[in-house]
């Protein structure tokens, strides 16, 4: 925050004073800002604050400070850096394009030649620079004049190195931003023709979707062209070729809702192929942060549609469905209401189905796969986002007969997931009593798990594991203290807990933290951090 206020004054010193205030902004600010742009931790009102001041510098361009002189040092804060955050390296891109866009055609053209001729660096971080430099600037201002650009991008695509394939198809649907009418039909045109390609030509295809355009330029995109194409990649057996057609389907129903939407109805009937049911309803999870009123109105009515897949009989469109429920109720709360009808099929996901654990044999060993394991932690994820907010709607008495068998799995990620969600139920005053049913399972699962021993030539992970859940066991344990009707179920816990030198040190302090919390918060729902 106070990046943001300091960057924000300096910004001011420059636009009243103009030439007057680059000396001082020069040798006052610029230094730190260079090691600034390097930090991932730059975002937000500070990045804001500090493109302007840049773009500033270059509409001023003062004798003292020319546009070439800031942009050397902003190109030095990479050239001899080997590795370099993601975050920081768009950050870098983002100011060396901000301080490109004002200057005059010829000095913007003569910018790019030289981000060019860095492409082929041997340097990973300085190609992918380079690469998302050219994408930003292709954003602000037409670079498709610069015949050399598509090929290149397009040949980095066969790149060895991920990030630099990555930032290539970034750059190839940035610049097509800036002229979607001439490069929109290249990107559709190579989609056809070069398969082996299509996970980041459909990136690129994304970036030009889901830019913040008006929404008026999105005749611009042929629905009627993309579509099919999209539909034939939604069938695709990688599920990162589905994701990507997902997020350009998502596009394409805020951009033209009516049409779009409609569309992806007609795919979703028991006939549907399981990988395009399982595309398109994860392409709604995209829309769910739209603020399109005229796209919000026609998507909202069809939810309950696309989110009754949570009963479908395959296990991936199940779990996509799941996933996108958990973004509904997350970001629209209101359509809980209108889908509490599906609520058993959620309730359901979470207990382990023997029918879906299956044993391959690896070598001399056998090694057990749990099918069921991504739906049911889709599953609870989506049941804790219900829980948040609209726990009033949940059938509490089903989910904690099903949560008190969750604390047995064999999972981590599942037992953690449990826990959480017990931990909140407890600390509800309104929902803690309907653990009282289950509340002599959960206790000896809770002894059993404080009574475990790590071997002795435990992993980290296992240690951190082992503590994790300990530390989880024991909030619970906190959390049944103040459950009606339960001290003397909860002595011989209690009396374990204080006698072991380990876990009496974690129960203080979780006391303590727990007491502590319960003071300051005026709510009547304490969510517990594991």
Known sequence: HMTALALQVALAVLQTRKGDGVEAIQSQVMPKLLL????????????????????????????????????????????????????????????????????????????????????????????????????????????????????????LFESQKEEVKIAASFALGSVAVGNMERLVPVILEQLEQRSHLQYLLLHSLKEVITAEQDVSQAHIISVQTVLPMLFTHANNQEEGVRNAVAECLGGLAVLQPALVVAELTSHITPETNENVKSTVVTALKSTMITSNAEANAIIEPTLPDFLALVTDPSLSVRRSALLTFNATI??????????????????????????????????????????????????????????????????????????????DDDDHGIKMLTYHLLIKIAFNTSTS????????????????????????????????????????????AFAFTKLPSAEGRLTSVIDSIKQSPILTPLWNDITAESRAMTRRSSSTVLVVDL
């Open 433 to 476: 009593h309907c653990l009282l049913s289950v509340l002599d399972k959960l206790t000896g699962a809770i002894q059993k798990r404080l009574s475990a021993k790590l071997r002795d030539n435990a992993v980290q992970q296992e240690i951190e594991q082992h503590n994790e859940l300990s530390r989880a066991v024991l909030r619970l």
């Open 330 to 407: 997350h970001h629209k709360a209101k359509v809980a209401v209108s889908v509490t009808h599906l609520f058993p099929a959620i309730y359901r996901e979470t207990v382990k189905r023997p029918e879906l654990i299956r044993q391959v044999q690896l070598g001399p060993f056998k090694h057990t796969i749990d099918d069921g394991l991504p739906v049911r932690k889709a599953a609870l994820e989506c049941l804790d986002t219900l829980f948040d907010k609209a726990w009033h709607l949940i059938d509490l008495n089903e989910v904690v007969k099903n949560l008190s068998e969750g604390v």
């Open 36 to 155: 600034l742009i390097k930090s991932p931790l730059l975002q937000g009102q500070a990045l804001d604050y500090a493109l302007q001041l840049l773009s500033c510098l270059a509409t001023i361009n003062h004798p003292s400070y020319p546009f070439d002189t800031i942009l050397t040092a902003l190109m030095s804060t990479y050239q001899d850096e080997q590795t370099l955050p993601r975050l920081s390296l768009q950050n870098i891109s983002q100011c060396i394009a901000h301080l490109t866009f004002p200057t005059s055609p010829d000095v913007r053209n003569a910018m790019v030649q030289k981000v060019m001729s860095q492409v082929t660096s041997p340097s990973e971080t300085v190609t992918v620079v380079s690469l998302l430099t050219l994408g930003k600037l292709g954003r602000l201002v037409d670079l498709t004049d610069n015949a050399e650009l598509v090929p290149v991008f397009l040949g």
